[in-house]
């Protein structure tokens, strides 16, 4: 069974810093993209970022403040959020897909497995 874990959200002034973690199990962690997604109330699931080797990418909003990075040894992924701003609310949600996968890493569907988010909320 894969499973993946998301944990580190929480509350925080605009400003403020974030580390997310995403703790994948049942899967060869190396063997898979990963990939960041959020979504806020009423609005549609997007694309934050992900990471495989060789390739990183970000949404255009988060670039220079978010940093995406993973630890093969410890099948965890990270998204580190600074500079936060309050249109970066939402339920951040972890996800993978096989290496093999050649198109878009910006895709809802291109991911196989998904977390069931951490939330995360940043205040004025």
């Known amino acids: 069974q894969v499973q993946l874990v998301e944990s580190g959200g929480g509350l925080v002034q605009a400003g403020g810093s974030l580390r997310l973690s995403c703790a994948a199990s049942g899967l060869t962690f190396s063997r898979y993209a990963m990939g960041w997604f959020r979504q806020a109330p009423g609005k549609e699931r997007e694309f934050v970022a992900a990471t495989k080797t060789g390739r990183i990418e970000y949404q255009e909003s988060v670039k220079g403040r978010f940093t995406i990075s993973r630890d093969n040894a410890k099948n965890t992924m990270y998204l580190q959020m600074n500079s936060l701003k309050p249109e970066d609310t939402a339920l951040y949600y972890c996800?993978?897909?096989?290496?093999?996968?050649?198109?878009?890493?910006?895709?809802?569907?291109?991911?196989?497995?998904w977390g069931q988010g951490t939330q995360v909320t940043v205040s004025s």
């Open positions: 996800a993978a897909v096989s290496s093999y996968y050649s198109g878009s890493y910006r895709l809802m569907a291109a991911y196989e497995h």
